[in-house]
C-alpha cells in the first residue's frame, strides 16, 4: 500500500528553527509537496519538490532524497503566525495525491 | 479569498435532512475534487471530475452524490447521513500535471451531523 508519514505534533519556540520530517512509501514518485493549514481555513501551497535537494523560500526550505523516499519542511526565524498543520503529499505514478495526515506545530513565545 | 469558494462554511444537519454543499473556482481550472478532511487522518480524495466528467469515485457511499454542471462549479449533495461523516469537506482546483497538479483548496465546509 501507500503510505506518507509524518509525525503528529510538534513545538517550538518563536525565533527558533524547526524541521517537519516527511517519509513516503508510494507506488511511483512524480513529485512532493508541502502545504499549510491554519485552524479553519484551506490549505495553501508552500513548496513542489521533483529533484533531490533543497529549495528555499524566505524562511522555509524544503528538502528531497528521492533514494532515501525522504522530505523535510525547514521553518527558521519562527513566528506565531506559522501555528498550523503542515502537509506533506506526494504525487505517484498515477499522478494520484498521496496525502499524508499533517503535522501540527504549535509555537510558544 | 483563495480563488475556490465554499459555502456554506459550516452546516449542522439531522440525519434525515438532506442539504447542499457548494464549490466555485474562477481560476480556469479543469479539474475539481472533494476531499474529506477528518480529525488526525490523511485527506480523503472522494470524487474528482476533469472537464465536467467524473474521473474518480473512491468508494464513496451513496448518501454522497456529486454534481458537476460546468468546469467552475462542483456540488456535493447530502442525504441520510451518519454522525461519522462529520468532517471538514474541502473542495479544491487544479490544471495540469507536475507541478501544475498543485491544488488550490477552499475554505472547506464543517459539517456536523446530528
Known amino acids: 500500500g501507500q503510505n506518507i508519514d509524518q509525525p503528529t505534533e510538534m513545538t517550538a519556540t518563536e525565533g527558533a528553527i524547526v524541521q517537519i520530517n516527511c517519509t513516503y512509501q508510494?507506488?511511483?514518485?512524480?513529485?512532493l509537496f508541502w502545504y499549510q493549514q491554519h485552524a479553519g481555513e484551506a490549505p495553501t501551497f508552500l513548496s513542489y519538490?521533483?529533484l533531490d535537494g533543497l529549495e528555499e523560500k524566505g524562511r522555509f526550505s524544503s528538502f528531497l532524497s528521492r533514494s532515501k523516499g525522504y522530505s523535510y519542511l525547514l521553518l527558521k526565524e519562527l513566528q506565531m503566525k506559522d501555528s498550523a498543520s503542515y502537509l506533506c503529499?506526494?504525487?505517484?505514478?498515477?499522478?494520484?495525491?498521496?496525502w499524508g495526515a499533517g503535522t501540527k506545530l504549535i509555537i510558544k513565545p | 479569498e483563495t480563488g475556490v469558494t465554499q459555502t456554506p462554511r459550516h452546516l449542522v444537519m439531522g440525519m434525515t435532512n438532506k442539504k447542499s454543499l457548494k464549490c466555485e473556482q474562477h481560476?480556469?481550472?479543469?479539474?475539481m475534487y472533494w476531499y474529506k478532511q477528518s480529525a488526525k487522518k490523511p485527506l480523503e480524495l472522494m470524487f474528482v471530475?476533469?472537464?465536467?466528467?467524473?474521473?474518480e469515485n473512491n468508494s464513496v457511499p451513496s448518501r454522497f452524490s456529486p454534481e458537476c454542471p460546468n468546469s467552475s462549479h462542483l456540488f456535493l449533495h447530502l442525504h441520510t447521513l451518519q454522525p461519522e461523516d462529520s468532517a471538514l469537506y474541502l473542495c479544491?482546483?487544479?490544471?495540469?500535471?507536475?507541478?501544475?497538479?498543485?491544488?488550490?483548496f477552499g475554505s472547506g465546509t464543517r459539517l456536523t451531523v446530528v
Open positions: 479544491a482546483s487544479s490544471q495540469g500535471q507536475g507541478e501544475d497538479l498543485g491544488y488550490t
Open positions: 481560476l480556469g481550472h479543469n479539474a
Open positions: 471530475y476533469n472537464f465536467k466528467e467524473q474521473t
Open positions: 508510494t507506488s511511483g514518485f512524480n513529485g
Open positions: 519538490n521533483v
Open positions: 503529499a506526494v504525487i505517484d505514478s498515477n499522478y494520484q495525491l498521496i
